[in-house]
């Protein structure tokens, strides 16, 4: 790491750079503009951009440069480079590597454009382009949106195979024989007499080599790694207590802090009182942070236990002070004056709807939810000597730099984050605020290491939340399904919300609120999804799948409604709706997986529902078991098309991860607001899913799709619908609001 | 205060109210025990106390004692893990993986009792511990195979023998 951290300060080259003992690839000089960004579409996947392979006497080094939350990226962004530079896993170290604007997300913004992933015309791919731009103006280094393995799928393959080049030259010329007549194996180059040279012992000669400019990538069919099932890098160290988390750094002579701040959200603080908190064992100081106050102790629970003796006098928000205020404000937001979106409007849906002899119509509502990841936030920062190191788990590290330029004052090169492990996140760990707060804290205790941790009730009641929503549909039902759906939404806006707390512009109607309902691959002679956007500061943010949480939901349970309402099955139904093939294929195979039309014993009821969301074609079918009056998840079965799969049983277990997370807020999860704060402290009042309320959940990857694509967010939008959907169809009841266990009881 | 930890005493001065889970973490470095709640409602911070697992958040250094606590670094290591932590690595189980040492604590303590647990028996033992991930499914199977290998070293009598008489002898 040490040597990493050199040459993030100096500079970041293009091609091969030497360092001491060895020689790093792909570097990128951070600090000259990055390439005309315009010419993007031409040039994506030039290895100057693609670090990253360091050889050094410590062996084989890749950077996968993306948040580790759970979701196995490291592995996979390992995978792509290891297959082309010719060397196993398990020889590699992985790091995370520094914060860089060089470490870009081109492909994170592709959802944030009105064009389907469906449509492949020239337009939509010059967009999809085109947004690589700002992606790489604003340089921001961003796991999200289910997009590293897009994103990375050219860049670290390449990366992989320009190393891999080098060292062949390399060899070629300590053995005076010609690169053409060697070969690659596990780390080494092979001659044709047999002689093998390893990677390390050819990297200083490295150092004084061009690397190509074109590199062929590997055919498909010659694949080693890539495509099958890996062991993951991080999993011993997770089975064994010996994985270091954010929350487990530990430094020489560190303190422990824990903080308060207003629990109405965003508000100032008008005074404290810290005077108990100050005589109590191991507490060290009591700071002030914004709107809150910290305490300093030797010891985390010292600082946990003192935080709570603090007397605070709170401002209250401007936002809507209870529940039903905020319901009510997503009602209202069903106005023109609120209209945010119309990406869709097939047909005529209004004269459909006035010539029709019956309608189909729904309202259905969702509540806040909050990220809860089981790691509270946390972050450890050390102001020393004019330089700041912070130690934490984030989503965008690039703009953890900004903001403790910000704090600090200092440059950009004496600041230095370490991305660690996170005990998930689920888009939590996409803000900066508990980042800000540790390098506040580290800034009033100058030469003293601070580790900032949250209690659970902090973190909780100060989440920025999945935002709250409504649906309403109408519709048009013929024998043969629907001809005419109309289909508002209304919701606030996360974009805004979201970036208007990294200080970054969010002009423009936001697509999340209508992603995953607007475009989805039905084929409806007069279709219409219009978005609403409710106006007020409530803090929300992207929880997995985003908008596609709650449209899910809504698009879902209404095309069942629209089946049931003229006894169509909704499984064949939404197959002869489709429009898109892959999509149309990953219902094929739910179907066909869960026996779909099999009779079921007494009692039981399936619901199959889709979202195509992030690119990803995904069908789920729950089987419920209705036990004394109460609904009981039986089996689930989970289809999806990533296009091409990277690491077949690392995408099974983000399917039935996501599904789970979706089955658990569909059951239970729910945030209420009273007197402007949260009510929901801890998991005794927002309740996660338990051991024992898991289906049994059988996967299937299909690859039809025509573009790689992530898969960490496409699992969670259809469990809700599928699930509302089988209780419905077991009990006859509709439930049409979230959290289920308001109108039906769980085992 | 003395506490005796992994097969190790400990020597620690700190308020009689500290839970064990500060103790461990904060006091004495041994940072596999995780916070994720503090009011025993996660079991991220599960550890064994005389072999029955606890929730050490919510448990007081006073009350330990001369008690024998064991955490998931006395179970086993990266190069010599324990069966059930094999048994995590075979089926893949982590995703984050913040909740895992608490579920192998519980899975432990269930196995070391009940080497062929039911499918009830397992949920019993298990529904305390959160994953918010969502890898339950993994998890039951690992329990499963896990529960497996241990049968098939109590099955072979001949070893085990073999290795009492040989401690007996050193002791």
């Known amino acids: 790491m040490s040597k990493l951290g050199t040459i993030t300060r100096r500079t970041f080259l293009f091609g091969s750079v030497a360092i001491a003992g060895g020689i790093g690839f792909g570097y990128y000089k951070y600090k000259q503009p990055i390439d005309n960004p315009l010419e993007l579409d031409l040039s994506d996947g030039d290895a100057a951009i693609t670090p990253y392979v360091i050889i050094d006497q410590n062996g084989i080094s890749i950077i996968a440069p993306r948040a580790e939350m759970g979701q196995g990226v490291q592995t996979t962004l390992a995978a792509m480079v290891a297959e082309e530079l010719d060397v196993r896993l398990e020889q590699v170290n992985v790091l995370h590597g520094p914060a860089s604007a060089a470490y870009f997300n081109a492909a994170v913004l592709e959802e944030a454009i009105p064009f389907a992933a469906t449509d492949t015309s020239s337009m939509a791919k010059r967009m999809r382009n085109f947004v690589h731009v700002p992606a790489k103006l604003l340089g921001l280094q961003i796991t999200g949106g289910s997009s590293s393995v897009a994103d990375a799928y050219e860049k670290m393959r390449v990366a992989g195979a320009v190393a891999r080049g080098v060292l062949i030259q390399a060899a070629a010329q300590k053995l005076g024989a010609p690169a053409n007549s060697l070969r690659t194996e596990n780390g080494t180059v092979v001659s044709r007499d047999g002689q093998a040279l390893s990677y390390q012992s050819l990297a200083s000669a490295a150092t004084s080599i061009e690397p190509e400019s074109e590199v062929a990538l590997k055919p498909q069919s010659e694949w080693k790694i890539l495509g099958k099932s890996q062991n993951r890098i991080d999993v011993p160290a997770k089975s064994t207590g010996t994985a270091e988390f954010g929350i487990d750094i530990d430094l020489p002579n560190m303190m422990h802090a824990s903080i308060r701040v207003n629990p109405n959200l965003g508000a100032a603080m008008n005074s404290f009182d810290a005077s108990k908190a100050e005589a109590m064992r191991g507490v060290k100081k009591v700071v002030a942070i914004d709107n809150g106050a910290a305490v300093i102790a030797s010891n985390t629970w010292y600082a946990f236990k003192a935080v709570n003796t603090i007397k605070f006098d709170w401002a209250k928000a401007?936002?809507?002070?209870?529940?039903?205020?905020?319901?009510?404000?997503?009602?209202?937001?069903?106005?023109?004056?609120?209209?945010?979106?119309?990406?869709?409007?097939?047909?005529?849906?209004?004269?459909?709807?006035?010539?029709?002899?019956?309608?189909?119509?729904?309202?259905?509502?969702?509540?806040?939810?909050?990220?809860?990841?089981?790691?509270?936030?946390?972050?450890?920062?050390?102001?020393?000597?004019?330089?700041?190191?912070?130690?934490?788990?984030?989503?965008?590290?690039?703009?953890?730099?900004?903001?403790?330029?910000?704090?600090?004052?200092?440059?950009?090169?004496?600041?230095?984050?370490?991305?660690?492990?996170?005990?998930?996140?689920?888009?939590?760990?996409?803000?900066m605020d508990y980042i800000i707060q540790a390098i506040k804290v580290a800034a009033q205790m100058e030469g003293t290491p601070i580790k900032l941790t949250w209690t659970r009730e902090e973190d909780m009641t100060h989440d920025n939340y999945r935002p709250n929503g409504m649906a309403r549909f109408k519709a048009v039902v013929s024998e043969?399904?629907?001809?005419?759906?109309?289909?508002?939404?209304?919701?606030?806006?996360?974009?805004?919300?979201?970036?208007?707390?990294?200080?970054?512009?969010?002009?423009?109607?936001?697509?999340?609120?209508?992603?995953?309902?607007?475009?989805?691959?039905?084929?409806?002679?007069?279709?219409?999804?219009?978005?609403?956007?409710?106006?007020?500061?409530?803090?929300?943010?992207?929880?997995?799948?985003?908008?596609?949480?709650q449209n899910g939901f809504f698009h879902e349970s209404m095309m069942d409604e629209i089946a049931h309402a003229k006894g169509l099955d909704p499984m064949q139904m939404r197959i002869d709706l489709m429009t898109h093939e892959p999509s149309r294929k990953v219902l094929e195979a739910v179907a066909e997986m869960s026996n779909w039309g099999e009779a079921l014993p007494e009692g039981h009821g399936r619901g199959v529902a889709f979202s195509l969301s992030f690119g990803v074609p995904a069908a789920e079918v729950i089987e419920v078991a209705i036990v004394n009056g109460k609904v009981k998840i039986v089996k689930a079965f989970a289809a999806v098309d990533v296009g091409t799969a990277m690491d077949p049983r690392n995408i099974e277990a983000q399917v039935l991860g996501g599904l789970n997370f979706g089955l658990a807020a569909a059951m239970s999860g729910n945030i209420s607001i009273q007197n402007g704060e949260v009510q929901e402290t801890n998991f005794h009042q927002y309740r996660a899913m338990r051991f024992y309320q898991s289906p049994e959940i059988e996967v299937r990857i299909l690859e039809n799709g025509d573009r790689v694509k992530g898969i960490g967010e496409p699992g969670t939008p259809p469990a809700a619908p599928a699930l509302a959907n089988a209780i419905f169809a077991a009990t006859g009841q509709r439930i049409r609001e979230l959290p289920l266990d308001k109108s039906i009881g769980f085992v | 205060m003395k506490i005796n930890v992994n097969g190790q005493e400990h020597e620690v001065d700190v308020a009689a109210d500290m839970p064990l889970l500060w103790v461990l973490r904060d006091e004495l470095n041994i940072k596999g025990p995780k916070f994720g709640c503090g009011i025993a409602q996660c079991r991220a911070c599960t550890v064994h106390l005389n072999g029955?697992?606890?929730?050490?958040?919510?448990?007081?250094?006073?009350?330990?004692?001369?008690?024998?606590?064991?955490?998931?670094?006395?179970?086993?290591?990266?190069?010599?893990?324990?069966?059930?932590?094999?048994?995590?690595?075979?089926?893949?189980?982590?995703?984050?993986?913040?909740?895992?040492?608490?579920?192998?604590?519980?899975a432990s303590a269930l196995l070391n009792k009940n080497s062929n647990p039911s499918d009830e028996e397992i949920d019993t033992a298990m529904s305390a511990n959160l994953c918010r991930c969502g890898t339950y499914p993994r998890i039951r199977a690992a329990v499963k195979s896990a529960a497996k290998n241990i049968r098939e070293i109590e099955l072979t009598p001949a070893i085990e023998s073999e290795i009492d008489n040989q401690s007996e002898v050193s002791s």
């Open chain 1, 318 to 431: 401007e936002y809507p002070q209870n529940s039903a205020a905020h319901l009510k404000a997503v009602e209202e937001s069903f106005h023109s004056d609120h209209q945010d979106s119309q990406f869709r409007d097939d047909g005529d849906v209004d004269a459909a709807l006035e010539n029709a002899s019956s309608i189909v119509s729904g309202e259905y509502k969702v509540p806040y939810l909050p990220h809860a990841p089981l790691e509270p936030m946390n972050a450890t920062a050390w102001l020393r000597n004019g330089k700041l190191d912070v130690w934490a788990g984030t989503q965008i590290p690039t703009q953890a730099v900004k903001e403790a330029v910000n704090i600090t004052g200092l440059d950009e090169s004496a600041i230095t984050i370490h991305t660690t492990l996170m005990g998930g996140s689920f888009g939590r760990r996409l803000e």
């Open chain 1, 480 to 549: 043969n399904g629907p001809t005419a759906i109309d289909l508002q939404l209304a919701g606030g806006s996360v974009n805004t919300s979201q970036m208007g707390r990294l200080g970054i512009p969010a002009a423009g109607p936001d697509i999340a609120i209508v992603q995953a309902a607007w475009d989805q691959p039905y084929g409806v002679q007069n279709y219409r999804v219009t978005g609403y956007r409710v106006k007020h500061d409530f803090p929300i943010s992207s929880w997995r799948s985003v908008g596609s949480s």
């Open chain 2, 52 to 106: 029955q697992p606890i929730p050490s958040c919510s448990f007081p250094i006073s009350a330990v004692g001369g008690a024998e606590i064991t955490t998931i670094e006395g179970l086993g290591k990266p190069d010599a893990m324990s069966l059930v932590q094999q048994a995590w690595v075979d089926h893949q189980v982590a995703q984050c993986g913040y909740c895992q040492p608490g579920q192998i604590m519980s």
